[in-house]
């Protein structure tokens, strides 16, 4: 089976840098997806790791380590606009997502 | 391109009806997924298609809940009978198998309220 570790909220200050883990345990692994939900809204996709180490994107920055089933998204330079879920999701077997239940993110002035 | 269509938006409904919902996904894509999602449980994935055949349906709930993807364009989702505990939003999602990411794209979603 499948387990996802992510905290359910977080606040953050307009302009600041913040860092959301997330810890996993799937039974097979094929990369690891990190996608942002506004309220209301579908999920976007904001990244993917499949290999060990960083994968940065403009503000937003990936972490991957495969041995310890661990992963991080780092916002930088805080806006308003990144007030979302933020939802990791290893893929195990076959092509399936298994979505963590989100960090609610809080970005404050 | 248009991204993942999904019908209706929103839908309120009875309990004991049935309730069809329903997906288009993006064109050349050869996965399609349907979820749900709730406050409670997140976003759980119900049932996926690759090339128009059902791969997993192991989340789907019941017996209670069927899907199609008759043709490459379209999928259906359907509850028979409904009740008050399938409220949700339903999305369904994209993707063409690559080398690479395999990036799955959500439509808008479908809020169901069984009443």
């Known amino acids: 089976g499948q387990n996802i570790d992510q905290p359910t909220e977080m606040t953050a200050t307009e302009g600041a840098i913040v860092q959301i883990n997330c810890t996993y345990q799937t039974s097979g692994f094929n990369g690891l997806f990190w996608y942002q939900q506004h309220a209301g809204e579908a999920p976007t996709f904001l990244s993917y790791?499949?290999?060990?180490g960083l994968e940065e994107k403009g503000r937003f920055s990936s972490f991957l380590s495969r041995s310890k089933g661990y992963s991080y998204l780092l916002l930088k330079e805080l806006q308003m606009k990144d007030s979302a879920s933020y939802l990791c999701a290893p893929r195990g077997g076959g092509n399936k997502l298994t979505f963590g239940t989100g960090t609610q993110l809080k970005v404050e002035l | 391109d248009a991204g993942v269509i999904q019908s209706p938006r929103h839908e309120v409904t009875e309990m004991g009806q049935e309730v069809t919902l329903r997906c288009k996904p993006i064109?050349?894509?050869?996965?399609l997924f349907w979820y749900r999602q709730t406050m409670m449980r997140g976003l759980e994935l119900l049932i996926y298609?690759?090339?128009?055949?059902?791969?997993?349906d192991s989340g789907m709930p019941e017996d209670r809940f069927s899907a199609k993807m008759p043709n490459a364009s379209f999928s259906t989702l359907k509850i028979q009978p409904s009740e008050p505990r399938d409220s949700a939003v339903y999305f369904c999602?994209?993707?063409?198998?690559?080398?690479?990411?395999?990036?799955?794209?959500f439509g808008p979603g479908t809020r169901l309220t069984v009443l």
């Open positions: 999602a994209s993707s063409l198998r690559d080398l690479g990411a395999d990036t799955q794209y």
């Open positions: 790791n499949v290999l060990d």
């Open positions: 298609f690759n090339n128009n055949v059902p791969i997993d």
């Open positions: 064109s050349g894509h050869d996965y």
